[in-house]
């Protein structure tokens, strides 16, 4: 029996370096970019091993969740750590990774997350990429929520490596990621003897097998079910204009916010100009339990409650990928509204008014 999903052909190196072209144009980049198929801590935790070694010191910027599991990882490569939190409501400033950097002057890596997809919160790496390349820095940025949702120029900014994932605004499958990379971060990973070879971790690998002879042979066989949903996911961006994406989801952010605020509901993050377009994350007491209900009015509204320690105190609207939709804030709005006996009237209207705003 014939199957959708079964007996493909393998998929050829030309067509999976034209994925990675796909990739690279939906990054404005010039930059080598390496698809790495698996989840993107794939090439988040690559690219941490590669640049970072006993004797380095990073600066790692905390705004989540993730920046936690960074700094893990920085330390288990021997390097020094200096951690800059802040609170997961707001952003981090430029000036605060100014004043890290002048602290230390040894940082030679710097680990920041785009968006916060678990906390809804973003951060102005354009600011900060200019302070980082002012000190010299290496730069990764994990721009796996931001991809699709809002601008991101990695060349621009000064990003030597942006790691992104298909699964959130892009749309696609959790088992395929992406990261480009400056020749800067070549010039290190290869300097360094502690980066992976001969591993699955292994950028360097990418490079020398791949990119340096030419993307003719791959040297393993490409995981052709997620490179297939990537490169459809690529195209449907392009159909339908990237700036049109990112437009939907930073609409769907402004229409939630906007409809929450009449259900009596606060942002968690409270400053609009923080907020990550590609989930809205709100302050909701017995968080967990609106969640169930809200879910029990509407299975499919695109609710989760928080993770970990904010389970009971945030509710999040993941308006992501098709999600990023007016119906589909509106059906988060009346499920929420239905969890907390209100009516939902006046919110589906400012979620209305907002939407045309910003759209
Ligand atoms: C979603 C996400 C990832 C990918 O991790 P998952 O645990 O698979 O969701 C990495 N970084 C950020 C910032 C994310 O939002």
Partial sequence: MTHPLLDLPPLTAERFASI??????????????????????????????????????????????????????????????VDLAVPFDTAVTA?????????????????????????????PVAEIGEVVRAHGALFMLDAVASAG????????????????????????????????????????????????????????????????SGRHTLPHAPAQLEM??????????????????????????????????ELGIAPYVGRASEAAPVATTLRVADASLVVAKALAADPAAPLAAGGGALAQEMVRVNHYGTAAALPVVRASLTALAAALGAEPGTALAAADSAWAAAA
Avoid at 31 to 55: F, K, Y
Avoid at 98 to 122: C, K, M, Q, Y
Avoid at 232 to 257: K, N
Wanted: charged share 15%; with cysteine.
């Fill in 20 to 81: 990675e072209q796909g990739v690279a144009d939906l990054l404005a980049t010039r930059q080598d970019v390496v698809i790495t198929q698996g989840e993107a801590l794939l090439p988040l935790e690559g690219c941490i091993r590669s640049g970072a070694r006993p004797g380095s010191t990073a600066l790692n910027i905390v705004t989540g969740p993730y920046g936690t599991t960074f700094g893990t990882w920085l330390r288990h490569c021997g390097a020094t750590v």
């Fill in 95 to 123: 000036q605060q990774v100014a004043r890290a950097l002048a602290g230390h002057p040894e940082i030679d890596f710097v680990s920041l997350v785009h968006a916060e997809a678990a906390t809804g919160n973003t951060n």
């Fill in 149 to 212: 949702a809002e601008p991101l120029l990695p060349d621009a900014w000064g990003v030597d490596l942006c790691v992104i994932g298909a699964q959130k605004a892009m749309g696609g499958p959790a088992g395929v990621s992406a990261v480009s990379v400056s020749e800067r971060a070549w010039a290190r990973f290869s300097q360094n003897p502690a980066a992976p070879r001969r591993s699955y971790l292994s950028l360097l690998d990418w490079k020398e097998r791949w990119i340096d």
């Fill in 228 to 261: 297939l949903a990537l490169d459809a996911c690529l195209d449907r961006i392009a159909a339908e204009g990237l700036s049109s994406v990112t437009a939907r989801h930073a609409a769907a952010a402004a229409a939630t916010r906007a409809g929450a605020a």
